[in-house]
């Protein structure tokens, strides 16, 4: 890792918490999917992390922003029932387009941009980076209470220093 850029630090940190979103998805069990905590399903507690990491990680005020094929209204408010229910691999196919995207927007972005504001948004976008992380990471430890008291697996996670696992790979510590 380039450790004298911060948009190469952002990749870096950025990809690994892509790696383990993927991971905390793969480790919720079928049982749990549509098992209600909040009063919401597990899943839809994944939908609404991964809406707002495409929302609002890049640009929230973008005027082309596009929702997910699979959104309808209020599908990623965790205050609202939905009738719609997502599979796994609705989630999957979100995620892979949502790491694409950004991983994509990453590659291109530099240090000088980082403190500008994208166009048409009151932040800029180191702001909206780190606001994605914590929102990110509140809402994956959240998922992962649930499956490590459901289960008693604990989902791996890579850390700072953890190298990127090779397949096949235990998803559990």
């Known amino acids: 890792m380039e450790v004298n850029s911060l948009a190469s630090i952002i990749r870096e940190q950025t990809n690994r918490a892509l790696w383990e979103v993927k991971n905390v998805i793969d480790c919720v069990p079928g049982e749990l999917w549509d098992k209600s905590y909040c009063d919401m399903p597990c899943w839809k507690h994944i939908y609404h992390m991964l809406f707002s990491l495409n929302m609002w990680f890049i640009n929230p005020r973008d005027p082309s922003f596009i929702e997910p094929e699979i959104h309808e209204k209020h599908l990623n408010n965790l205050d609202v029932v939905s009738s719609k229910q997502l599979s796994k691999e609705d989630i999957n196919t979100l995620f892979k387009e949502i790491e694409i995207k950004i991983k994509?927007?990453?590659?291109?972005?530099?240090d000088d941009e980082l403190l500008e504001n994208p166009p048409c948004c009151e932040y800029n976008r180191f702001t909206l980076i780190l606001a994605q992380y914590r929102h990110l990471h509140t809402h994956l430890?959240?998922?992962m209470g649930?499956?490590?008291?459901d289960t008693g697996f604990w989902p791996?996670?890579?850390?700072?220093?953890?190298?990127f696992p090779s397949?096949?790979?235990?998803?559990?510590f």
């Open 156 to 163: 791996r996670v890579l850390g700072l220093e953890a190298p």
């Open 141 to 143: 430890g959240m998922i």
């Open 104 to 110: 994509k927007y990453l590659d291109q972005l530099s």
């Open 167 to 172: 397949e096949p790979y235990n998803k559990y």
């Open 146 to 149: 649930f499956i490590i008291d």
